[in-house]
């Protein structure tokens, strides 16, 4: 509205000017009398406003209070819901509230500030014995400016909650219960674990003919495997030697006959294995058998149903030559209460190996290894599961048997010829049993505990066989020496002619 006045007061000013101007130029009476007649007309019609003419507007919080439009409570309606009690205050034009709250005593009270009290009746509101919680409400003017709500209670867990209505406000009171339990749960985001690792699943191991152990871990990248020809025995990773390797069933490094103690990864059968994982990191979690790496191997878990499997093989190495593998595994969890899981494998596994060498003085060596390994295992899981956890006992059997026989001819021009027949008996053996126990305390608290024992030994019989040609071109060899080893014997020395 100021605006448009200033607007028009300089559209008048502008008028009075340009009649001023006309007035001046043609001393006419009828044009000074009309100038003089639209001036009285502005200045009664658009007075301007001062600064004197605008009320004053307060500073104080009383002040401030008293210029806030005053809360007129007209109607209060008291009833009991699921929830609590309600108490609901019927205000003029749906005007809200907020209550200061506070206890005193046996009464909760609730003091509405700027408000009037302006009820049909015209006298203050009570309500008796509304609750079995609430035996009195009360509501009162207080004074010319507030209004205040007394509820009375023995019970002193009552709470208040004011809730807006489109008619006004709503008190919610109910019974705070002390002993009431609030579960918070929360998730966690797990942060990617830092090593490096390669994993083969339960699918990855039946897609292609794995047997052993070391067939499964030859096909992951970074992995090196290593052993006699023709055998996968030895892991290591990092290019680091295998005694920095471990190697974990179940979470139990086995102990091993190895050359450094380390496992030999043909010694394990992957027909129960659920996974294998490869974690190469240079960390000292593993202590100094784990700095290059862990190849961590899970084996299947108790099925919560009736399960067998079975597997048999016929082969060999460039053509058939007796290689067998019989593979059979059964599972059941019978009652809620317990479950088992067994595995058993055969394999014979025959190697020739042969080698044929000549050096620059035409000298010739001749050898042929003939190796017959039979692998006898057994993987046992025994389950008893109760409300929170469960309990496995573990047992484990691997036994491997290795029958060797190894000749070797050495020949040279116009010199004697010796020849070696040695013949080796290998049998070692690992059992032992783990036990394990999950148990979960509730709140995202699990203890899982693990103990186990495990006993490897080795037998080893060998026997070697040395003989030197009579005579150049002759076809007949006398026997040299003859030693017998057996695993801590060693030395022991006997004629040629005690030989079976």
Not at 313 to 330: E, F
Request: aromatic share 6%; proline share 4%; charged share 25%.
């Amino acid at each position: 509205m100021m605006k448009s006045t200033h607007i028009l007061l300089m559209g008048a000013s502008f008028a009075l000017t340009s009649l001023a101007i006309a007035k001046d130029s043609l001393a006419s009476p009828q044009v000074s009398k009309v100038i003089n007649q639209v001036t009285a007309d502005i200045a009664t019609e658009n007075k301007l406003q001062t600064v004197n003419d605008f009320s004053q507007i307060s500073t104080s919080a009383q002040g401030l209070i008293a210029q806030t439009p005053t809360v007129r409570i007209t109607d209060v309606k008291v009833s009991q819901s699921e929830k609590g009690l309600e108490i609901i205050l019927i205000t003029v034009d749906g005007q809200a509230i907020a209550p200061e709250v506070r206890r005193q005593g046996d009464k909760l009270i609730l003091k509405v500030t700027n408000a009037v009290l302006d009820l049909a009746s015209g006298q203050e509101f009570v309500a008796e014995n509304v609750s079995s919680e609430i035996s009195r409400v009360v509501i009162k003017q207080e004074n010319d400016q507030d209004v205040q709500i007394f509820i009375t209670s023995a019970n002193l867990d009552l709470v208040a909650d004011v809730q807006a209505r489109v008619d006004g406000a709503a008190i919610l009171v109910v019974v705070e219960d002390a002993d009431e339990e609030i579960n918070v749960t929360g998730d966690r985001p797990k942060v990617p674990t830092p090593f490096l690792a390669n994993q083969l699943n339960r699918a990855d191991i039946l897609q292609r003919n794995n047997i052993r152990l070391g067939d499964a871990l030859q096909r992951l990248p970074g992995v090196g495997l290593g052993g006699p020809p023709g055998e996968n025995n030895e892991v290591r990773l990092l290019g680091i030697d295998k005694e920095f390797t471990r190697v974990q069933l179940n979470g139990i490094t086995l102990p091993d006959p190895g050359e450094k103690r380390e496992l030999q990864v043909n010694r394990v059968p992957v027909f129960l294995v659920d996974n294998v994982r490869v974690i190469k990191n240079r960390t000292a979690e593993f202590e100094s058998d784990g700095l290059a790496g862990v190849v961590q191997v899970d084996t299947l878990p108790i099925p919560d149903r009736f399960s067998f499997q079975g597997r048999a093989g016929y082969g060999g190495y460039n053509g058939l030559n007796n290689l067998y593998n019989l593979q059979l595994g059964i599972g059941d969890r019978p009652d809620p209460t317990f479950g088992y899981l067994g595995g058993f494998n055969y394999l014979q596994n025959p190697l020739v190996i042969s080698k044929n060498s000549i050096d620059s003085a035409n000298r010739v060596e001749t050898e042929r290894e003939n190796k017959n390994q039979t692998y006898y295992d057994f993987l046992g899981n025994i389950g008893i599961f109760y409300d929170g956890g469960q309990v496995n006992i573990k047992p484990l059997v691997l036994t491997f048997v290795e029958d060797k026989d190894k000749f070797k001819l050495s020949e040279q021009p116009n010199a004697r010829s010796n020849r070696e027949d040695e013949r080796e008996l290998k049998r070692a053996q690992t059992i032992g049993t783990s036990v394990t126990n999950s148990h979960n305390f509730g709140n995202g608290v699990v203890l899982e505990s693990e103990v186990g024992y495990y006993s490897t030994t080795e037998d080893k019989d060998k026997t070697r066989l040395v003989f030197q040609q009579q005579a150049v071109g002759s076809a007949k060899f006398f026997c040299h020496a003859q030693v017998l080893r057996r695993w801590k014997i060693n030395g022991m020395r006997s004629p040629c002619s005690k030989l079976p």
